[in-house]
């Protein structure tokens, strides 16, 4: 029995308020409207960016729906969707694509003016919700909300993807892995023979990892404060794993001394403003890049010596790995398909959908690098 054109009631998790669990309720799905495309979520990751959101970091509007990691079906498309059709497997993109604004039509950018990263309304395009529970309305997140067993999601911030792609592999393509391999691959260009240093390796600094493996680095050294972690860290290509606390002096000059004249390329994949200033002071001093890849806290501001730049040094922002999402996201997957990248290593647990808090409580005390939730 066809169920487009109607409200469809499935679990979701709502987040009724921050710093609490996720409650897994029965919400309303409202079909597609024009130019949108409903899917049903097969599998979705757990990501730093949807913990921001629930110890109040990263502010959004409650009662909200999380989740951004994720590959599922079409079940249903609004009017004027041409791009993909019910029975396609795709990936929700929380960077869209509209194709028209500024950032699109660039060779330079990828962050759409249609995103919703940083105006933070939690609504569709048109200014409403497509969901509802137990009467309320439920805000979206970023434009993808995959923390339910159907979402909705415009046209524009959905890929289309191989229909033999395994969706519990490669929704880490939806964000951890994109976001980092892309750092080092696309916004930063690492180049062959080069030093990196990595901040923070979880799955997305793990993956900047594999960046700079592949782009060519000679030298790829990961930080952490969880020395449990670089064991997964030379797995994936690092070269040297350093933990700060061992140290009595600061990380910056720890990294200085290691290379002896500091690293090419560093990445921040942690979202702290003490460590976005560390990964900066450890480049060379006069060509030096360094990447902010981690989600920075709201409302925070960030001091520190102008002269780490007047030598010569350069400091970037990356939002979902610099890739424009619609045209990279198909590709990726077909690079994962030939085998190019793996994927299976940066997920450590695998759990039913309902247990997504027990997935949140692995995130937190350093036990996952992602875990998947299943449908």
Known sequence: MSTAGKVIKCKAAVLWEANKPFSI????????????????????????????????????????????????IVESVGQGVTSM????????????????????????????????????????????????CKGKAIHHFIGTSTFTEYTVVHESAVAKIDSAAPLEKVCLIGCGFSTGYGAAVQTAKVEPGSTCAIFGLGGVGLSVVMGCKAAGASRIIAVDINSDKFAKAKELGATDCVNPKDFQKPIHEVLIEMTGHGVDYSFEVIGRTETMIAALACCQYNYGVSVIVGVPPAAQKITFDPMLLFTGRSWKGSVFGGWKSKDSVPKLVSDYMKKKFVLDPLITHTLPFTKINEGFDLLRTGKSIRSVLVF
């Open 85 to 132: 059709k019910p029975g396609d497997k795709v990936i929700p993109l929380f960077v869209p694509q509209c194709g028209e604004c500024s950032s699109c039509l660039s060779t330079k950018g990828n962050l759409c003016s249609k995103n919703d990263i940083g105006s933070a309304a939690g609504l569709m395009p048109d200014g409403t919700t497509r969901f509802t």
């Open 25 to 72: 309720e029965e919400v309303e799905v409202a079909p597609p409207k024009a130019h949108e495309v409903r899917i049903k979520i097969v599998a979705t990751g757990i990501c730093r960016s949807d913990d921001h959101v629930i110890t109040g970091a990263l502010v959004m509007p409650f009662p909200i729906i999380l989740g951004h990691e994720a590959a599922g």
